[in-house]
């Protein structure tokens, strides 16, 4: 589940700090920079938790505050208020009109996650990558076609040359790997994967077209995890993605 967080500030270096904190911990963030968009925001989006400032143009914070618990009296939407103004007078204030916590600027980092995670919860497990190492466009077009069905989030590229430094950047689950490939052998590329210091966890299934009695037993022992030749079946090719990205426990 992806919870959404609307971020009202009219501060843009508050809002882009805030905007990637929240998403990097994949949160699904809107914003809005003045009281009356804040509502027209907060209505369109329907969001799970809001994060408000005090100091706003077109009309305070203490006045989103009040409506946004009127919009949902039943069940109002957890208001987290995060301003410059001093705790000694707007804390109180802020916690009775119904916020549900009270964070003042400059916040920290580890604080504001842990107080959102509080009233909403840490969303699920981000949707699973699959690098496809692949320089036939038919090939990556099926196969990125068939993952994206399974819930898979799919990248390519078509040469061993940008292999390494698209999956140092993506952090793939899984690398499917071609072997004949231009500007470097799949073998290369495996070999390469295997000893680089931060892909060499990464699982590689090879998807090639090479003779299996030679390929195959190379290509384990190079580091793969299963072998496939073309045409792959996908069926047991996705029983084999599952299985590098969640092993069965062994005994």
């Keep these: 589940m992806t919870y959404k967080i609307l971020v009202v500030d009219d501060d843009a270096h508050s809002r882009t700090e805030l905007t990637t904190w929240l998403r990097a911990d994949r949160y699904q963030v809107s914003t809005a920079t003045d009281a ?13 938790l809001v994060i408000l400032d005090l100091t706003l143009p077109a009309g305070g914070g ?7 618990r009127a919009h949902k009296p039943s069940s109002p939407v957890p208001v987290i208020i995060m301003t410059a103004r001093v705790p000694q007078s707007n804390r109180r204030r802020a916690l009775d009109a119904g916020a549900v916590a009270f964070l003042q600027k400059p916040v920290n980092h580890d604080e504001l996650l842990q107080t959102v995670r509080a009233h ?10 699959i690098l496809i190492v692949e320089d036939d466009p038919d090939t990556q077009k099926g196969l990125a076609t068939l993952l994206k069905a399974e819930g898979f989030v799919t990248s390519f590229v078509a040469d061993g040359a940008t292999a ?40 590689v299934i090879v998807v090639s077209a090479r003779d299996p009695a030679v390929n195959k037993p190379k290509a384990l022992h190079a580091g793969a995890v299963a072998f496939f030749q073309k045409p792959a079946d ?9 299985r590098a990205i969640a092993p069965e426990p062994a005994g």
Excluded: W, Y
């Design 36 to 48: 009356i968009t804040a509502m027209v925001t907060a209505r369109r989006v329907d969001p799970d």
């Design 234 to 242: 996908f069926d047991e090719l996705l029983k084999a993605i599952r």
């Design 164 to 203: 390494l430094s698209v999956a140092a950047k993506e952090e793939p689950s899984v690398i499917l790997l071609d072997l004949g490939l231009p500007a470097g052998d799949g073998f290369v590329v495996l070999d390469r994967l295997t000893n680089h210091p931060t892909l060499s966890g990464v699982p």
């Design 62 to 68: 203490f006045a989103v505050l009040e409506q946004l």
């Design 120 to 129: 909403v919860g840490k969303p699920l497990a981000a949707l699973k990558k």
